[in-house]
Nanobody
Framework: QVQLVESGGGLVQAGDSLRVSCAAS????????VGWFRQAPGKDREFVAA?????????NYADSVKGRFTISRDNVKNVVYLQMNSLKPEDTAVYYC??????????????????WGQGTQVTVSS
């Protein structure tokens, strides 16, 4: 079993950057694919980015964040990061990380994940 804890959210202005982190404890994190999702008030949870367990292949991104967000991981520190640049008010949401122990693939749908963090709030003001 792996436990996930997100951190790094906050209130920023449009155009700013922010990095959120997902720290994992428990079993060997390098065997887990990880994804970031977000949920804005009144909306469904949506996919943001996904990285394979090795981080060795090109990550997957939602079209809405492509070119602005970067997902990365450090399997020594057991942390996955989401670097968010050029933030927009529509990026405002609770950001969740999710993990699944699997082969070296990327998972872009929420039902593919087994473990979830509690979320961290990101608010972008205009």
């Amino acid at each position: 079993q792996v436990q996930l804890v997100e951190s790094g959210g906050g209130l920023v202005q449009a155009g700013d950057s922010l990095r959120v982190s997902c720290a994992a404890s428990g079993r060997v994190f390098s065997t887990y694919a990880v994804g970031w999702f977000r949920q804005a008030p009144g909306k469904d949870r949506e996919f943001v980015a996904a990285i394979s367990r090795s981080g060795g292949s090109t990550a997957n991104y939602a079209d809405s964040v492509k070119g602005r967000f970067t997902i990365s991981r450090d399997n020594v520190k057991n942390v996955v990061y989401l670097q968010m640049n050029s933030l927009k008010p529509e990026d405002t949401a609770v950001y969740y990380c999710a993990a699944r122990r699997t082969i070296d693939v990327k998972i872009t749908y929420s039902s593919g994940y087994e473990h979830w963090g509690q979320g961290t709030q990101v608010t972008v003001s205009s």
